[in-house]
C-alpha cells in the first residue's frame, strides 16, 4: 500500500493537482443542485437500484384506483434515508411522500411510524451519522404505544406498504469508542419484526419496502409478505421511484450485487466454494441463499435462446465474445440485466463455483427480441496461485448467461492455453524511487546536573485522588473524611482550586507537564502516546529526579494504573504495580465475565464493567486503594531508613471513581434516605446539550445502567450512587489516614511536603446527569491541600489557584528552579499569606461536538465560549453569576444589567485564551532556514489574486496530525520544500497542529519554507471580520476581501 501511495503522491505532485486552483462557484452549485436534470438524474438512479426481490401472485404492480385507503408504515416510511457519508440534499422524497405525490385524489393516504429504531434518530441521515454517537436503542416496551397505533390504522385500510429496514445508526463506521458502527445480527429489530407480525395478522394485503445498506434476515413473519421490495439507499429521489414501481409506471429491473443470506450463519458462505463439499449442508436452514446473487424480479418475462462463444479456446491478450438473443416473452417493455458467469475447472487451485465476469442491461419492448454481445477478456480470468502470482494456466472453464446466478443456461466449454506471461497487479510494476527513511529521531532530553544531596530537601508526598470533588467535611459538605480533615487542618485548605480540564488524562498530564490542554492538544482522557508526541516534555517527577531526588510512583498518577508509556515510566526511578479485581465480590466478578463475552456494554477502550455500585463486608486490602496504602506504608518505612537523597513519593488512589465500591463499614457511616439528588437538575439557556454530558456515557460500560440516560435512572439508583459516591470517598480517606499516619510514625512528616489533590470535580446528579466531562463548575472545581511543615497551619484560602500552578510551587518550595516552559504561577505566597493575590481568573477547557468550549471563573462569575472547530465562529456563550445561582442552571449573558460584566468576562477569556496558548514547548530542532530559493508574492493593492511561481509542489497541512514517516515520506522522498499552514488568530488556531508540524518538518529539511496563509485576517483587538473585510461580487459570487483602508494595518 504505501509503495501505490507513494507513486500516486508522485504522479500528484509532478502533475501540480495539489495546489492547482479550484473555484467554487456557490450560486451555480446550488442552482445546478435544485435542477431538473439533477432531480431527474436522481429519480433514474433511483429507479434502477430498487430491486423487486418477491411477488406473490402477481401482486404488483398495484392498479392505481383499486384501494381507497393506502397506509404507509413504518419507521423508513416519512423520511428519505441515505446512506452513511451522505450529505444534506436540498430536497428528498420519503416513500410515504412518493405515494401520496403520485395517487394523488385517487386514494386517502395515511402514515403512522409503527416504531422506532432508535429513540435518537434525528431523521437526518447526515445529522445520524456525524452527529449521533451512542445509540439508543427503541425496545419493544418502548415501542409498543406505536405498533398498536399502526395496526389500528392497517386494519381500517384496504392496502398497507410497510417501510422497514435500517437506517446508518444500525450500519456505519466506527470511528470512536463512542461511535461504535456494527450488530452482531442481520434480523431486523425486536419491534420490526412485531410490527410487521401483527400487521400481517389484519389480512390485509401487504407490501414491503427494505431500505438496508446490508442484506436483512427477514425471519418466518416477515417472510410471509407477498411483495417486497429493497430500495437499499436509493437517494434522495427514493420515494418517487418507489411509488412508479409500485404502481407499474416503472418496470422494476433491479438486479442483487449481493447474495442474500437467510441467516447470519450463512457467513461466510461455504457454498460459494467449487467442490468445497459435496454433501455439506445446514441441520436447520436450505443451503442456498433467501436471494441469490444477480436476483431481481421484473414485471415481464425474458428467454435466452442461441448462446454461443466466439472461440473454444483463450490465452493472454484474447477476448471471446459471448453471444445470445434475448427475448422480451412477457405484455409490456422491460428491462434485463444479462450476466455471464464462469466456473474454473482443472485448475490446481480450486476455484469459485460461480464468478460474475461480465453483463449487459438491454431494454426490449413486448416481444421483441435483440442480440445481445458480451465480451469475455483473457485478463478477467487469471488468478493467483501459490506463488502469489497472477497467471492464467491451463485448464477450462464452464461459461453460462442468464438473468441470475441461478437461473443460467446449459454451460458452453472455453479451454485456457497457458501463458509464460504473469500479469501485474497494476497497470504497470510499481517500485519505489527510495525505501522510507526512518523517522527523524528525536533531539536528546535536556539534561541538568543532579544537585548535591548536601543540605537535605524537603521531601514531597504527592497524593492523587480519582474523580473527588470538593465533597468533604473540611470543605463544609457530608462526606465524613477526619483524615483529609485533619490534612486541612495542619496545612493551608484550597476553596477555590480548579483543573484545566474535567477528565483525568488531560487534567494529570497538564498538572504533571506544566502546560494547558490546549497547548498540548492533548485533550479528554485520549492521552495516549503523549511521551512519543512530547518526547522533549519535561515533567514534574522527572525534573525532580534530575535534581537529585528519588522519584517513586504507584497508582494513578497519570492517566494510567501500571507500568507504561502512559505513566512516563522511564522518568521515575521506580513504579510499583499494585493490581487486583475491581470488585470483592465474586458476583460481580461475573458480571464483568459475562458482560465481556456478551459485547453489549463498553469498547475496546472502555471495557464493560460490571455494577456501579459494591458493598461488602471485607478488609480495606481486599480493593486496590487498601492495597496501595499498604505499598505506600512499606515505601516510607524504607524511605526512612535511607537519609541519603530526598523523596518524590506520588501514591494515586483511584477512588471514589466509578465503580463506588467500598468495604461494608464506610457504607455503614451513612443512612441511604438521607440523600437526595440536587435541585440544579437544569442547565443555563444556549449550555450546548453535547457540552453537558447529559448521557452519563462513562456509566453507560456498566450493566446497571438503565434507560437511555441519568434521566431516566429511578429514584432508587440516584440514591444508591450518591451513596456509594461518599462511601468510596470515606473509604479513600481512610487510606489517606493510612499513610499519613506512617509518615508520622516513621520520622518523616517534619521534612515533608504533603500535597493532596482531585483530578477534576464530578456531577452528583447536578444539571441531571453524573460523572464529569464539562466546563461547569463542579466539574471543574477540585479539592487541594498542601502542608509544608515550615510554614502556618490551619489556614484557609479563597484565592483562584490552578492545578498547573503545583509544577512551579513545588519546585519553588523545595529550591528546585522552575523550568522555563511551566505555565503555571508558584502560589507559595498564599501558604504563608492566604489573603494574598494570585490569579484574576482560573481557566479551563474541555471539547463538545465539532467545538471546544473555553471556560473561566473570575470574581462571582463562570463565563464559558464554544467555539466550532472547523471555522473558529462562536457556538454558545453562558455567563453565570454564580454568587445568586450557584447551581448553574442561569444564562445573564443577553441581561442588559450584566453588559459591562460581559464585556469583562469576554477580555479575560480571550486573553486566558491566548496565554494558554503561548508557545513554550521546547523546540524539536534549532536548525537554520537555508533556502536557495524564495517564494515570491507581490505586494498592494492590485495585486490582491496572483499565481505564485514555484508552488507548485508544495504541501498544505491543515489541523493534521501527521506521523515522522509521512512527514520524511512528503518532505525528503517527494522533495516538497514548502509549506502551507493556515494561521489563525482566533480560537480555530487553538485546535491546529501547525506549530508542532512546521518544528518536527524543519527536523527532516532545515531548508524548508513556510507559506503562511489566513482564512480571515483578524487580531485579538478586532475579532470582527467586518473590520477589516468588504464583501464584493467575483466571478457571481460574494466575497470577502480586504478593505483597503487596512491594508497597512494589517501588514
Known amino acids: 500500500i504505501d509503495t501505490a501511495v507513494r507513486e500516486m503522491l508522485s504522479l500528484k505532485f509532478r502533475l501540480g493537482l495539489f495546489e492547482a486552483p479550484m473555484v467554487l462557484d456557490a450560486a451555480k452549485a446550488a442552482k445546478l443542485a435544485a435542477s431538473t436534470e439533477t432531480n431527474s438524474l436522481a429519480t433514474e438512479a433511483a429507479r434502477q437500484s430498487i430491486v423487486l426481490l418477491k411477488n406473490e401472485d402477481n401482486l404488483l404492480p398495484l392498479k392505481l384506483g383499486t384501494h381507497k385507503n393506502i397506509a404507509v408504515i413504518g419507521p423508513n416510511a416519512a423520511v428519505c434515508r441515505l446512506g452513511n457519508y451522505s450529505g444534506m440534499p436540498q430536497k428528498t422524497v420519503s416513500l410515504f411522500e412518493g405515494i401520496r405525490d403520485y395517487v394523488g385524489n385517487k386514494a386517502t393516504v395515511t402514515h ?3 416504531c422506532q429504531i432508535a429513540s435518537n434518530d434525528t431523521g437526518s441521515s447526515y445529522k445520524n451519522w456525524r452527529y449521533v454517537d451512542e445509540v439508543q436503542y427503541a425496545s419493544l416496551e418502548d415501542n409498543q404505544m406505536l405498533i398498536e397505533a399502526a395496526v389500528e ?10 417501510a422497514l429496514g435500517e437506517n446508518v445508526l444500525l450500519s456505519r463506521e466506527a470511528w470512536g469508542a463512542n461511535h461504535i458502527g456494527d450488530r452482531t445480527t442481520f434480523e431486523l429489530t425486536t419491534s420490526q419484526q412485531e410490527l410487521a407480525a401483527r400487521v400481517l395478522n389484519t389480512g390485509k394485503p401487504v407490501v414491503l419496502v427494505l431500505n438496508n445498506g446490508k442484506p436483512v434476515v427477514l425471519g418466518d413473519d416477515v417472510s410471509r409478505i407477498p411483495a417486497i421490495l429493497t430500495a437499499h439507499y436509493a437517494g434522495q429521489q427514493t420515494g418517487t421511484a418507489l411509488a412508479e414501481i409500485i404502481f407499474g409506471e416503472t418496470n422494476p429491473s433491479g438486479k442483487l450485487t449481493i447474495s442474500w443470506p437467510r441467516t447470519v450463519g450463512h457467513i461466510p458462505s461455504h457454498y460459494s466454494q467449487h467442490g468445497s463439499s459435496l454433501v455439506f449442508d445446514y441441520l436447520d436452514s436450505p443451503q442456498s441463499p433467501q436471494y441469490p446473487f444477480g436476483h431481481g424480479l421484473s414485471y415481464t418475462s425474458f428467454e435466452y435462446t442461441n448462446i454461443s462463444i466466439s472461440a473454444e479456446t483463450i490465452q493472454a491478450g484474447q477476448t471471446v465474445d459471448v453471444t445470445f438473443t434475448l427475448t422480451n416473452t412477457g405484455q409490456r417493455e422491460g428491462t434485463e440485466i444479462s450476466q455471464v458467469y464462469v466456473s474454473g475447472e482443472e485448475f490446481d487451485i480450486a476455484r469459485p463455483s460461480l464468478e460474475l465476469k461480465g453483463f449487459a442491461r438491454t431494454t426490449l419492448r413486448a416481444g421483441e427480441s435483440k442480440q445481445v454481445t458480451i465480451p469475455l477478456q483473457a485478463d478477467d480470468l487469471f488468478f493467483h496461485d501459490m506463488n502469489l502470482e497472477r497467471v492464467l494456466p491451463k485448464g477450462k472453464y464452464l461459461v453460462r448467461v442468464g438473468g441470475s446466478s441461478v437461473d443460467l443456461s446449459k454451460p458452453l466449454t472455453l479451454d485456457t492455453i497457458s501463458s509464460t506471461e504473469k500479469m501485474p497487479v497494476a497497470s504497470k510494476t510499481i517500485t519505489a524511487a527510495k525505501p522510507i527513511a526512518p523517522p527523524a529521531e528525536a533531539p536528546a532530553k535536556p539534561t541538568l546536573e543532579p544537585v548535591s544531596s548536601r543540605n537535605r530537601k524537603p521531601n514531597v508526598l504527592f497524593i492523587a485522588i480519582d474523580d473527588l470533588r470538593p465533597e468533604l467535611g473540611c470543605y463544609g459538605k457530608h462526606v465524613i473524611s477526619p483524615n483529609i480533615d485533619k490534612l486541612a487542618a495542619s496545612g493551608v485548605q484550597f476553596n477555590r482550586a480548579y483543573c484545566q480540564q474535567a477528565v483525568c488524562g488531560a487534567s494529570r498530564l497538564s498538572l504533571m507537564g506544566g502546560l494547558y490542554p490546549t497547548n498540548t492538544r492533548e485533550q479528554t482522557f485520549h492521552v495516549n502516546g503523549w511521551r512519543e508526541r512530547h518526547p522533549n516534555l519535561l515533567t514534574m517527577n522527572q525534573h525532580f529526579g534530575m535534581h537529585g531526588y528519588q522519584t517513586i510512583g504507584m497508582g494513578k498518577i497519570y492517566h494510567g494504573h501500571s507500568s507504561g508509556p502512559a505513566t512516563d515510566l522511564e522518568n521515575w526511578d521506580t513504579w510499583i504495580d499494585v493490581s487486583t479485581s475491581e470488585y470483592a465480590l465474586q458476583k460481580n466478578k461475573d458480571l464483568v465475565t459475562q458482560a465481556l463475552k456478551d459485547k453489549t456494554k463498553g469498547s475496546t477502550h472502555a471495557p464493560p464493567e460490571g455494577p456501579m455500585t459494591e458493598l461488602a463486608d471485607v478488609p480495606d486490602d481486599t480493593y486496590i486503594d487498601g492495597k496501595r496504602a499498604a505499598r505506600a506504608i512499606k515505601v516510607l518505612d524504607q524511605l526512612a531508613n535511607d537519609g541519603e537523597k530526598p523523596f518524590f513519593l506520588a501514591v494515586g488512589f483511584t477512588k471514589p471513581h466509578l465503580p463506588f465500591v467500598a468495604p461494608k463499614k464506610y457504607w455503614d457511616l451513612y443512612d441511604r434516605d438521607s440523600f437526595s439528588m440536587p435541585s440544579n437538575s437544569g442547565r443555563p439557556p444556549q449550555w450546548p446539550e453535547d457540552a453537558a454530558f447529559t448521557k452519563a456515557n462513562e456509566m453507560q460500560r456498566y450493566v446497571d445502567y438503565v434507560g437511555n440516560g441519568p434521566k431516566d435512572f429511578p429514584q432508587s439508583l440516584n440514591k444508591r450512587l450518591l451513596h456509594g459516591y461518599a462511601a468510596a470517598a470515606s473509604f479513600v480517606d481512610a487510606n489517606v489516614g493510612r499513610v499519613l499516619d506512617a509518615l508520622e510514625e516513621k520520622g518523616l512528616a517534619d521534612n515533608t511536603i504533603v500535597v493532596l489533590w482531585g483530578d477534576h470535580g464530578w456531577k452528583l446528579g447536578d444539571h441531571s446527569s453524573w460523572c464529569k466531562h464539562t466546563n461547569f463548575e463542579c466539574d471543574t472545581r477540585v479539592p487541594l ?33 522552575t523550568p522555563a516552559h511551566c505555565q503555571g504561577r508558584s502560589f507559595r505566597g498564599l501558604l504563608d499569606d492566604p489573603e494574598s493575590g494570585h490569579r484574576y481568573s482560573s481557566y479551563s477547557s474541555y471539547p463538545a461536538w465539532k467545538s471546544l468550549g473555553h471556560s473561566v471563573r ?31 442552571v442561569t444564562n445573564c449573558a443577553e441581561d442588559p444589567a450584566y453588559t459591562e460584566s460581559l464585556a469583562a468576562a469576554k477580555t479575560e ?32 493593492v492590485s495585486r490582491r489574486r496572483q499565481a505564485i511561481d514555484g508552488f507548485g ?7 493534521t496530525k501527521a506521523d515522522n514517516k509521512a512527514l520524511t515520506a512528503t518532505l525528503d522522498e517527494l522533495n516538497a520544500n514548502i509549506i502551507r499552514v493556515q494561521g489563525e488568530v482566533t ?7 501547525n506549530v508542532a508540524i512546521l518544528q518536527r518538518g524543519m527536523a527532516v529539511n532545515p531548508s524548508l519554507q513556510v507559506l503562511l496563509t489566513f482564512w480571515q485576517p483578524r487580531s485579538a483587538e478586532h475579532l470582527e471580520p467586518e473590520y477589516w473585510l468588504r464583501a464584493e461580487q467575483i466571478d457571481g459570487t460574494e466575497q470577502y476581501i480586504l478593505r483597503d483602508d487596512r491594508m497597512e494595518q494589517w501588514a
Not at 470574581?859 to 453569576?881: C, P, Q, S
Not at 480560537?987 to 497542529?993: E, N, Q
Open 858 to 888: 473570575f470574581k462571582t462569575f463562570r463565563y464559558t465560549e464554544w467555539f466550532h472547530n472547523d471555522t473558529g465562529t462562536l457556538r454558545a456563550r453562558v455567563l453565570t453569576d454564580l454568587r445568586k445561582d450557584p447551581g448553574e
Open 153 to 162: 390504522l392497517a386494519e381500517h385500510s384496504d392496502l398497507v406498504v410497510l
Open 909 to 940: 477569556l480571550h486573553k486566558r485564551i491566548k496565554e494558554a496558548d503561548a508557545n513554550t514547548v521546547f523546540k524539536n530542532t534549532s536548525a537554520t532556514q537555508a533556502t536557495s530559493t524564495t517564494i515570491q508574492i507581490e505586494t498592494g
Open 987 to 993: 480560537k480555530a488556531g487553538l485546535t491546529d497542529h
Open 953 to 959: 509542489g508544495s504541501v498544505a497541512f491543515w489541523a
Open 785 to 817: 491541600i498542601v502542608r509544608d511543615p515550615r510554614m502556618n497551619s490551619g489556614q484557609t484560602t479563597d484565592r483562584l489557584v490552578e492545578l498547573i500552578d503545583l509544577y512551579p510551587t513545588l519546585c519553588d518550595l523545595t529550591g528546585i528552579e
Open 112 to 114: 403512522a411510524e409503527g
